[in-house]
């Protein structure tokens, strides 16, 4: 992994997670996260496995798969490894890469302090959350 | 010509151009590591190096201090065993006795720490021992492919045609973020003897260990030192990580806390201009945007290394980092070009499960020499039908065994959450299958196996961990941890048993 790129301003503003973000938080941000990148095939979150980080996905597709099963597939501006790290639980997903993906990662045990430092991107965390578990709801229903 | 004078004329260097089904580059530790495994496996290779002499960057840095790996001769009793290795981070290791643990013999006590010179010593003395050839003064200028995809290297005596090209060619090349005006200021490689830094007011654009070793350099002789970078500080001793700014590197730090003379600002650059006999420095402050201009006597760029990929970004080889790094597979290959292998410091751009965001070892010599040790393994076996050395195992001795590994092995307490210690089943029984990379262990497919592992986490605490693969699946066992990291005890003697009950075969 390696610091953020120069035109990390213009990347983290683009992503809807940190879109309500000035450019002094943006700047702080950018030098809380850095950047990584994965090859096809390359899993980034293993179901069962303990210890992971939490991703914001740059650039590339991933695919989520729960024992093996494809359960969607998330793309730039998607964000994956909060719930395990919310609720302290190992990963309860696969996350592989399809295309070569560029993300940015925040160490695990730094997205509380982060999260209680950046309220704003807390909410629209919880609004995406809200919204993954309605669309499960739907499929369940 | 006169008889003599034709001889002496003659290049003496080993390995003139042609083929090779190997080419390795470089003469560094991670170099001469890996060119000495594939000696012990009879692979046969050709190693070259644009350096005259073998030692790497240990020829040139680090520029003000002793290094920053240490070997501690008595840590464990026998020096020259394999354990002695856990606390001996400098020495080249291998399963020759009379070639192990040379560094401690180069110590005179006056530090844990060796010199530059010690470190380069040592690597010649390995070197020389071991009998490794090396053709020297010979530097890889360009990579081209053969119509049938071999690859050739390109260099002043002529091409090296082979099948697999290793670099171990180190973060060699300085790095500077495109901040305007940053190249106007010398980076750490062109910084001057401390002493020209007198009564200067001194900018270190950085705040990492080599920001602070040149700071600890300075302190006796700078008016003022200030670091400035983005992020702040991190210690060791607080990440419990390799990662933070070392211990021995921490005077600078408690003079900033003290207000003795240092700072530690937390900016972003905006630009560097020429001022006077110095330089203008205009910063932001990361916490608020609040705009300040430091006037320096002197400034010095310690914004790190990146890889000297040369042509292989247009040979297809993928970068990460602003190109400073190739992006490689769990086993070190090139992730878009197969058949281009790194290793040495090189091999970190391989990260593996970096659990709890906690960084392998790999870009120290105490942990890229166990990743080379697996590349050439995994080369023997893959390319050249080489079948690795798998001790069988009595099934009631594995437990035994993992225990012993994990209390003992260097491999393991070197490349925590890294490397594992591998034991697999079949109907034939047990086998030892060594040391292998975490993260394959856990994603490729494989058969019914154990693999162990230390991990640490963010509070500080280590405690084993095993992966029982069984039908496919990976699970995870986190074990106790030990308050004297001992745990050769019935206590884990139970556990790992419980643990590998599933793989037990009646």
Same mark, same amino acid.
């Given at each position: 992994?390696?610091?953020?790129?120069?035109?990390?301003?213009?990347?983290? !503003?683009?992503?809807?997670?940190?879109?309500?973000?000035?450019?002094?938080?943006?700047?702080?941000? /950018?030098?809380?996260?850095?950047?990584?990148?994965?090859?096809? *095939?390359?899993?980034?979150?293993?179901?069962?496995?303990?210890?992971?980080?939490?991703?914001?996905?740059?650039?590339?597709?991933?695919?989520?798969?729960? #024992?093996?099963?494809?359960?969607?597939?998330?793309?730039?501006?998607?964000?994956?490894?909060?719930?395990?790290?919310?609720?302290?639980?190992?990963?309860?997903?696969?996350?592989?890469?399809?295309?070569?993906?560029?993300?940015?990662?925040?160490?695990?045990?730094?997205?509380?302090?982060?999260?209680?430092?950046?309220?704003?991107?807390?909410?629209?965390?919880?609004?995406?959350?809200?919204?993954?578990?309605?669309?499960? #709801?739907?499929? !369940?229903? | 010509?006169?008889?003599?004078?034709?001889?002496?004329?003659?290049?003496?260097?080993?390995?003139?151009?042609?083929?090779?089904?190997?080419?390795?580059?470089?003469?560094?530790?991670?170099?001469?590591?890996?060119?000495?495994?594939?000696?012990?496996?009879?692979?046969?290779?050709?190693?070259?190096?644009?350096?005259?002499?073998?030692?790497?960057?240990?020829?040139?840095?680090?520029?003000?201090?002793?290094?920053?790996?240490?070997?501690?001769?008595?840590?464990?009793?026998?020096?020259?065993?394999?354990?002695?290795?856990?606390?001996?981070?400098?020495?080249?290791? /291998? +399963?020759?006795?009379?070639?192990?643990?040379?560094?401690?013999?180069?110590?005179?006590?006056?530090?844990?720490?060796?010199?530059?010179?010690?470190?380069?010593?040592?690597?010649?003395?390995?070197?020389?021992?071991?009998?490794?050839?090396?053709?020297?003064?010979?530097?890889?200028?360009?990579?081209?492919?053969? +119509?049938?995809?071999?690859?050739?290297?390109?260099?002043?005596?002529?091409?090296?045609?082979?099948?697999?090209?290793?670099?171990?060619?180190?973060?060699?090349?300085?790095?500077?973020?495109?901040?305007?005006?940053?190249?106007?200021?010398?980076?750490?490689?062109?910084?001057?003897?401390?002493?020209?830094?007198?009564?200067?007011?001194?900018?270190?654009?950085?705040?990492?260990?080599?920001?602070?070793?040149? =700071?600890?350099?300075?302190?006796?002789?700078?008016?003022?030192?200030?670091?400035?970078?983005?992020?702040?500080?991190?210690?060791?001793?607080?990440?419990?990580?390799?990662?933070?700014?070392?211990?021995?590197?921490?005077?600078?730090?408690?003079? $900033?806390?003290?207000?003795?003379?240092?700072?530690?600002?937390?900016?972003?650059?905006?630009?560097?201009?020429?001022?006077?006999?110095?330089?203008?420095?205009?910063? /932001?402050?990361? $916490?608020?945007?609040?705009?300040?201009?430091?006037? $320096?006597?002197?400034?010095?760029?310690?914004?790190?290394?990146?890889?000297?990929?040369?042509?292989?970004?247009?040979?297809?080889?993928?970068?990460?980092?602003?190109?400073?790094?190739?992006?490689?597979?769990?086993?070190?290959?090139?992730?878009?070009? @197969?058949?281009?292998?790194?290793?040495?410091?090189?091999?970190?751009?391989?990260?593996? %499960?970096?659990?709890? *965001?906690?960084?392998? #070892?790999?870009?120290? %010599?105490?942990?890229?020499?166990? #990743?080379?040790?697996?590349?050439?393994?995994?080369?023997?076996?893959?390319?050249?039908?080489?079948?690795?050395?798998? @001790?069988?195992?009595?099934?009631?001795?594995?437990?035994?065994?993992?225990?012993?590994?994990?209390?003992?092995?260097?491999?393991?307490?070197?490349?925590?959450?890294?490397?594992?210690?591998? =034991?697999?089943?079949?109907?034939?029984?047990?086998?030892? +299958?060594?040391?292998?990379?975490?993260?394959?262990?856990?994603?490729?497919?494989?058969?019914?196996?154990?693999?162990?592992?230390?991990?640490?986490?963010?509070?500080?605490?280590?405690?084993?961990?095993?992966?029982?693969?069984?039908?496919?699946?990976?699970?995870?066992?986190?074990?106790?941890?030990?308050?004297?990291?001992?745990?050769?005890?019935?206590?884990?003697?139970?556990?790992?048993?419980?643990?590998?009950?599933?793989?037990?075969?009646?």
């Amino acid at each position: 992994m390696a610091a953020m790129p120069d035109d990390a301003l213009e990347l983290l !503003s683009s992503l809807s997670l940190f879109a309500d973000l000035g450019g002094p938080q943006l700047e702080a941000i /950018s030098h809380t996260f850095e950047e990584t990148t994965f090859a096809p *095939g390359q899993r980034i979150l293993r179901q069962g496995i303990s210890g992971s980080n939490f991703y914001v996905v740059v650039d590339g597709e991933a695919s989520v798969k729960i #024992n093996g099963e494809e359960r969607a597939s998330i793309g730039r501006g998607d964000f994956f490894g909060e719930m395990s790290l919310l609720l302290g639980t190992a990963p309860t997903a696969d996350v592989t890469a399809v295309t070569p993906l560029r993300c940015l990662v925040l160490a695990g045990p730094g997205l509380h302090d982060f999260l209680d430092k950046h309220p704003s991107v807390m909410y629209r965390m919880l609004v995406a959350m809200a919204r993954r578990l309605s669309i499960a #709801n739907q499929h !369940s229903g | 010509m006169p008889r003599a004078t034709a001889k002496a004329e003659v290049d003496q260097r080993p390995f003139p151009p042609g083929e090779y089904p190997v080419v390795v580059v470089g003469s560094g530790p991670g170099a001469i590591q890996f060119s000495h495994e594939l000696d012990r496996l009879g692979i046969a290779h050709a190693t070259i190096s644009a350096d005259p002499s073998p030692g790497g960057m240990f020829r040139r840095l680090p520029i003000y201090q002793r290094l920053l790996s240490w070997t501690k001769p008595y840590a464990l009793g026998d020096p020259a065993g394999r354990a002695g290795e856990w606390y001996d981070w400098n020495s080249i290791v /291998s +399963d020759d006795q009379s070639l192990r643990s040379i560094m401690p013999t180069l110590m005179d006590g006056s530090s844990s720490f060796p010199s530059r010179a010690n470190m380069e010593e040592n690597l010649a003395t390995f070197v020389a021992r071991a009998n490794l050839q090396i053709r020297y003064s010979c530097p890889w200028q360009s990579t081209s492919r053969t +119509d049938d995809g071999r690859f050739v290297l390109s260099t002043p005596d002529g091409d090296y045609t082979c099948g697999i090209a290793v670099f171990a060619v180190g973060m060699a090349e300085p790095w500077r973020p495109p901040t305007p005006g940053l190249d106007l200021v010398p980076h750490y490689v062109e910084a001057g003897p401390a002493e020209t830094y007198a009564g200067k007011r001194v900018f270190i654009v950085g705040k990492q260990n080599s920001a602070f070793e040149i =700071a600890t350099a300075f302190l006796p002789w700078a008016r003022q030192l200030v670091l400035g970078s983005p992020r702040p500080a991190t210690l060791s001793v607080v990440e419990h990580s390799l990662a933070g700014v070392r211990a021995r590197y921490v005077q600078p730090y408690e003079d $900033a806390m003290l207000h003795n003379g240092v700072f530690l600002l937390d900016v972003k650059i905006e630009r560097i201009e020429r001022a006077d006999d110095g330089f203008r420095i205009r910063l /932001s402050r990361t $916490a608020d945007g609040r705009e300040m201009i430091y006037e $320096a006597d002197a400034a010095i760029a310690t914004t790190g290394f990146a890889v000297p990929m040369r042509d292989l970004p247009a040979l297809g080889v993928a970068t990460f980092a602003q190109g400073k790094m190739p992006a490689l597979t769990a086993l070190w290959e090139s992730a878009s070009v @197969p058949g281009i292998f790194f290793t040495g410091t090189i091999s970190q751009a391989a990260a593996g %499960l970096k659990k709890h *965001g906690i960084p392998a #070892n790999s870009g120290a %010599l105490h942990g890229y020499r166990y #990743n080379a040790r697996v590349l050439a393994r995994h080369l023997g076996a893959t390319r050249f039908g080489i079948e690795p050395v798998r @001790p069988a195992l009595e099934a009631d001795a594995v437990a035994p065994f993992l225990l012993e590994q994990l209390t003992m092995a260097p491999e393991l307490w070197n490349q925590r959450s890294y490397l594992a210690r591998v =034991a697999s089943v079949s109907d034939d029984g047990w086998r030892d +299958d060594g040391i292998w990379p975490l993260a394959d262990f856990i994603d490729a497919p494989g058969s019914d196996a154990v693999a162990v592992t230390l991990e640490p986490n963010p509070d500080g605490s280590i405690y084993p961990v095993a992966y029982v693969r069984a039908d496919g699946n990976v699970e995870e066992h986190l074990l106790d941890p030990d308050s004297m990291n001992e745990y050769r005890g019935s206590p884990h003697r139970e556990q790992m048993a419980s643990i590998l009950a599933p793989l037990m075969r009646s």
